[in-house]
């Protein structure tokens, strides 16, 4: 971990920055936000401390240059493992009602031959379906670390990774929501960490607002590209039942006529239309089972499958600059040979 440099302030000058009355009180800079998170990441701080920090942030919402500082620090604790990756996708909310079509959507975007890492946990709320047991039911390969996650995306195209096998500070930061009783900045961090700097990192945020927070804070740290919208149960997941907004950033570099190097940002946004017109898609359905049957053709379940295409448009109009309706046809294409591709045969 580099050197604190804000060993001169204790932590108290953070809580006291952003807890002041209100004529007094402000945001952290970014550098600010880097130091404070690694005093956290050091252990240099009390609990009282770190709970009464993350909910001053928390009540307010973290601008993107703190988020951006937090990042930056954490991903300075990440073991440096390289891998040629074109998607990062965090999954760290589970699912409430409707099962995890997302990780159809992967599977068909590895069967186009995109290369995914998808990383998260398992969080308390037994009323949730969490991500790992069902890529578990899929076949995917579990990683134990990021080397792991490595050799497992060279070989298959495609790895699960575990929070804890790579990032295991931030999963107990994120446990304090159970004695909080709520989420932190740390939440929306996790969808952001992207271990091996892929191509494209997808976010699924909870509440509208956070998208742009996401955006922005990408182009503080001049991430390649992400894209970051209001998921299914704040999963990266589309919602065919309703049209949704996507804010998108990309960052390029070139040289100048005198050599030297320019970063370029571009942030945008592209909508989702709404696809799905019939009854009520509400009705709570966990059945992995259910997953499963659909993914093998056994069974038939609209929403699920119209989430599926959705949800791969949204990631191949990013990657490849295609119109809605150029992806969408795509995404068919790759639904309807899914059953008859060698390079799904890990996913059932």
């Keep these: 971990m580099n050197t604190i440099e804000s060993e001169n302030k204790p932590f108290q000058f953070y809580i006291q920055t952003i807890g002041r009355g209100q004529k007094r009180r402000r945001s952290l800079t970014q550098k600010e936000a880097r130091d404070a998170m690694r005093m956290i990441l050091a252990g240099l701080v009390t609990d009282m401390q770190l709970g009464a920090f993350l909910m001053l942030i928390r009540v307010r919402e973290e601008t993107p240059e703190e988020a951006a500082g937090f990042l930056q620090a954490i991903r300075e604790t990440l073991p440096k493992v390289g891998c040629a990756v074109d998607i990062d996708w965090g999954s760290y909310a589970g699912k409430r009602r409707q099962l995890p079509w997302f990780l159809l959507a992967l599977n068909l975007l590895k069967i186009k031959g995109h290369t995914i890492l998808l990383h998260g946990m398992v969080g308390n709320e037994s009323s949730r379906l969490y991500t790992q047991p069902v890529v578990e039911a899929l076949g995917w390969p579990i990683a134990d670390s990021l080397e792991t996650a490595s050799q497992q995306i060279q070989k298959h195209g495609a790895s699960y990774l575990p929070l804890d096998c790579f990032a295991p500070q931030i999963k107990t930061l994120m446990n304090t929501r159970d004695e909080l009783g709520l989420r932190s900045p740390i939440h929306s961090l996790s969808r952001m960490l992207n271990p091996f700097n892929a191509r494209l990192s997808v976010h699924g945020v909870f509440h509208k607002g956070y998208d742009d927070i996401h955006q922005k804070t990408a182009s503080l740290l001049s991430d390649n590209m992400t894209i970051a919208f209001c998921g299914d149960g704040g999963e990266a997941e589309a919602r065919p039942d309703k049209k949704t907004e996507v804010k998108a950033l990309e960052t390029w ?66 990657l490849d600059n295609l119109t809605f309706d150029e992806a969408i046809v795509q995404s068919k294409q790759l639904w309807n040979r899914r059953l008859f591709s060698s390079k799904g045969q890990y996913a059932i």
């Design 253 to 318: 570099s070139e040289k100048s006529h005198q050599g030297e190097e320019i970063t370029h940002h571009q942030a945008w946004s592209f909508y989702l239309p709404k696809t799905f017109v019939n009854a009520d898609p509400t009705a709570k359905c966990l059945d992995i089972d259910v997953l499963l049957d659909v993914w093998q053709g056994k069974q038939q379940n609209e929403y699920g499958v119209q989430t599926v295409l959705q949800t791969v448009s949204m990631a191949l109009m990013a």
